[in-house]
């Protein structure tokens, strides 16, 4: 039998790299316990990566300006100065890749993609866009998603949950029923 896919939107892994929800951390943790004994197959796509370190940046570039007691407006200002704002980046890229490598290579994420070589293929997209209004980059997320069979979809972006809940089995992890059913239901089946 093959292994379930769980597609894992940026927001989740954001939550288990920034420690920011222990409850999205500890089930993480557990299913990259089973990812690598094969017993699930977690994956994101290439848009979620793109996505992932840009939002790890930002997080690192503001927490420097917040621990230099920055305001607000000066933050502002820093970030719509591009020279300063690259230089402080630059500063922060090693620590950044390396987390991001560390947590996708080393646990052998399936980075998925589209392959846009056929015409079918963005009739995917055009579905997504048009009857479920998804913008871009959710529509080209959900399409890599659906295109590579993922079983079960795995975001805290509540509004995209509800809106393509018919297309997968999707749980949002902002909700605590929710993340305590994907536990009960897909997580303790594995054990």
């Known amino acids: 039998m093959k292994p379930p896919i769980i597609f894992l939107d940026t927001n989740v892994i ?13 089930m993480v943790s557990q299913m990259l316990l089973f990812h690598g004994k094969g017993r699930l197959i977690l994956a994101t796509s290439v848009f979620n990566v793109s996505e992932l370190i840009d939002n790890e940046f930002q997080i690192q570039v503001i927490g420097e300006c ?3 007691r920055m305001s607000y407006d000066e933050i502002n200002r820093f970030r719509s100065n591009k020279n300063e704002y690259r230089a402080k980046a630059e500063k922060n890229r090693m620590k950044v890749e390396r987390k991001i490598k560390d947590f996708i290579f080393k646990n052998r994420i399936d980075i ?21 209004q998804l913008r871009s980059q959710d529509a080209l997320m959900v399409a890599t998603a659906s295109l590579n069979d993922a079983t079960y979809f795995l975001s805290k972006d509540s509004d995209l949950i509800k809106t393509i809940g018919d297309l997968f089995n999707t749980f949002d992890l902002r909700i605590a029923s929710s993340l305590e059913s994907f536990r009960n239901e897909v997580l303790e089946a594995l054990l």
Do not use: A, G, T, W
């Open 112 to 132: 998925l993609s589209i392959p846009f070589n056929e015409p079918e293929y963005y009739q995917e997209l055009y579905e997504l866009i048009y009857k479920y």
């Open 66 to 68: 917040i621990n230099e």
């Open 14 to 26: 954001l939550d288990y790299l920034e420690r920011r929800d222990q409850e999205v951390e500890k």
